[in-house]
């Protein structure tokens, strides 16, 4: 059902665009100028074109945080009934040979990394636990910077869009023949800011979803950190 979820969300997310750039449309007035979506999205031109790739990367990534940045893949709960079974039968071997998976789990690395250091006492197994966890959660922010990257350069995408769009509207005003039609000039400033509410429209959901997975992040770490404290717990006795 999670992961139902968050794929409705996404989907949401990918037409919000779409939405809002429809909702953007005059209406349908006699001296209305009625335009499509595509119209809208054709006037924002190659800059209006890089901003709607961003936000179907913005898409792909909040589809692979939901399903890597959760419960189940950090801290899965076969792997801890797994190595609360070796730490009872004191198969410490066992568990610092899961150091060199490359598909251990967060739980798994932290733990792995604390025992290994069992011969030097428990102080040295918490901070061995410590700067793995460091290591682990860096990892995972630097992950999730690129939706706060893309929440960053598509606004200003969108403003580098607008002000090439009124440098060209101005430049075809100055070589106008006759007098400046103000109509004309409305005209090329609206096409010119639709790049402006495009970049918006990509960098409010992304920012908002860093965010989120920003806290899921702190909260899954600080939850397998206390889980893999009270697994290495039987350590505190180790070699007395």
Known sequence: MKRLAATILCALFALVPLVASAQTEPAAT????????????RFGG???YVI???????VALVIEYALSIRAKTLMPEEEHNELKRLMEETDYDSIVAKLGNKDASFLTTVVASGVKERDRGYDAVVKSMEDAA???TGRLLRKIEHLNIIAN???MLGLLGTVMGMVNSFNQISIAVGGVDPRRLAAGIFEALMTTVMGLIVAIPALYMFGIFRNRV???????SVDAEALV???KNHGT
């Not at 006699?30 to 999205?41: E, G, H, Q, S, W």
């Not at 709607?52 to 913005?58: P, W």
């Not at 702190?218 to 397998?224: H, L």
């Open 46 to 48: 190659w800059v209006g």
């Open 233 to 235: 717990e039987p350590l």
């Open 218 to 224: 702190d909260a899954m770490v600080s939850d397998a």
């Open 134 to 136: 460091d290591v682990a």
């Open 52 to 58: 709607i790739l961003l936000s179907v990367v913005a």
């Open 153 to 155: 350069i598509a606004p």
């Open 30 to 41: 006699a001296t209305a100028l009625n335009y499509t979506v595509m119209d809208l999205i």
